[in-house]
């Protein structure tokens, strides 16, 4: 009897075992069947000539260029403008503010800005930067509408590195007599510096791969030429993928570019992800020592 | 420099700091702002029940109707799908890599699922297009492979990622204590962790569904690309939707500027921005809540 019961509980756990194994098993093959399914289509279109050149005859041929250095523009351009802002935040949040109503009230901010859907961003630029700041449809308009969508992201993960400086290098640093902010400039800030270079990573993938956010502000689907100013339209990866595959008139002929542009846009963003996981590992394992 | 002059100092920077983290807080008053100015007009035409109840979303017919209850429907049932699916997914995960999964094993794969959170939402949307609805239609015989219940299982595999972690952090915070006495009465690893450590940590389980969930019902070019786009109120879980991202998506490019059509567009925003908001306070709630009960 009781041999049985034992055995059955041992059969049950043995069981669920395995479906917890095989949830995380369908979560890790959806990612790979994704990235195998476009690099395996995608590779064939993926020449020097599809990367160096620009769109020919209504998007059938040639490369996609402008795509490349206009996603470059958008994102390393958001990225300068909220990672100074996002690093100033976080040290406020963390050095400065302690548990204030005010800081309250900007951790509330904070959590609720990164909650708000890209397409609430695409809405606020259109009506913010493009008309009422009058910069139109162009790369300025998109680089500050990404640059506020990124900023709680910056924020998050330069606190977070803030935190994981131990106290005792400010106290340290403190007690040779030094003022709080040449504590922070000199002892804080360089602690956590790479901790924070891992966030500002994170927010370039997602400002490259975001498509909702620059609809209506920065994208548009054909241009002349590479971005030659601020304020000038620009064609970017995501935004060019979505028009290729939805809305071309040729979707068959523009099918090997679709795998194309898809599979440079996947490689460029899990690329920089997995470049701010190593370098998260390689400090995990320094502080351990 | 005397000390008076570094206290001074010290008093310019602490306020250039306010002032910048300010920044945040203001950024989200403005969103605020420019989307209730943009979307509150409409009800000058509109009154507030036909807007929220009205059964018609036909903005380019003459005359226009605008009633975007099959667009709430529409986004409220594949935030449903993808959260029941993501849910239990991201859970079961969580459960495996903190509960069972040796080091090992979980140091590979807990960066592969957060690498699933990095797929840009445009090529999640193309995967979907391209593979997924096409064996839609070919095994399960529906009229469209576009339809809610594909837009439900790409946005699963977006939101998964944010459910597992935030429940990871849960589970990780239950103490080691609990899970000993629970074994050493005699428990199975299994039991142990379903009666004890689930339980345990159940409201951090609770914050990520709800931010699982937040993340859904916001995500914009998957139910752009695979929801099917029919601004009907679905019957089957195999019919096309229009979600609310979806609509403003998709009209605003040829919306009129400040004409009727535009300003209902940005009332849609408006929605949109209550539904996530209201996920997230609830979901901040019950993390609020678990840290004094653990306090």
Redo the contacts between chains.
Sequence with gaps: MDATVAAR??N??RF??L???S??A???A??VS?CA??VWNGLPAISWEFLTEPPRKSMTEGGILPCITGTLFLSLGALGLSFP?GV??A???HE??GHTV??R??R??????A??????????G???FVI?CGFNVSLLSGILTLS?LT??II?GTAEEALRQVPAELREASLALGA???QTIARVALPAALPGMLTGAILGL?RA?????AI??TAAVFFKKGVADSLLSPVMAL?NH??VL??SGTEIDKTMPL?YGT?LV??VL??GI??FA?LIRDRLQKKQKQ | MSTAG?AR??TY??R???G??????F??A??ML??F??GLPVFGRLAPPDFFFGMGWYPTQEPPEFGIFPLIVGSLAVTLVSGVLAI??GV??A???TE??PAPVRRV?K??????A??????????G???IAPLLQRYLDVDTGLNLFNAGLMLA?MS?PIV?SVAEDALYGVPATLREASLALGA????TT?RVVVPAAFSGIGTACM?GM?RS?????VV??VAGGAGILPASIFDPVRPM?AA??AE??EAPFRGEHYHA??AI?MV??LF??L???IA?RIAEKNRQSLG
């Design positions: 509980r041992r049950r756990q669920m075992f479906m917890l194994r949830a995380a369908v979560n890790i959806a990612l994704v399914f476009l802002l100033a935040s040290v406020y949040l400065y503010a005010f800081a009230y900007i509330l901010g904070v959590n609720n800005l909650g708000v859907p890209s397409i609430v961003f695409g809405l606020f259109l009506s913010f009422t506020v900023l709680p924020i003022t709080q902010s993938s490259a791969g975001e498509t909702a609809m209506f995501p993928m979505y595959a939805t679709q898809a846009l996947l963003v899990i992800n997995i996981i | 570094f100092k010290e920077i602490r250039i700091l306010a910048i983290a300010g920044c945040s807080l950024f989200l403005l969103i420019f989307l100015m943009e239990f997914l079961m995960t459960v495996w890599l069972i999964a794969c960066p592969l699922i957060e690498l699933l990095a797929l840009p939402s445009v090529v999640v949307g193309f995967f297009m391209v593979v595999f998964v597992c199975t690893r299994w039991e379903i931010l937040s019902i916001g995500e914009t070019m752009l690309m991202p403003i998506a605003m490019a567009l940005f925003g949109l921005f996530t908001l996920f997230n306070t901040q």
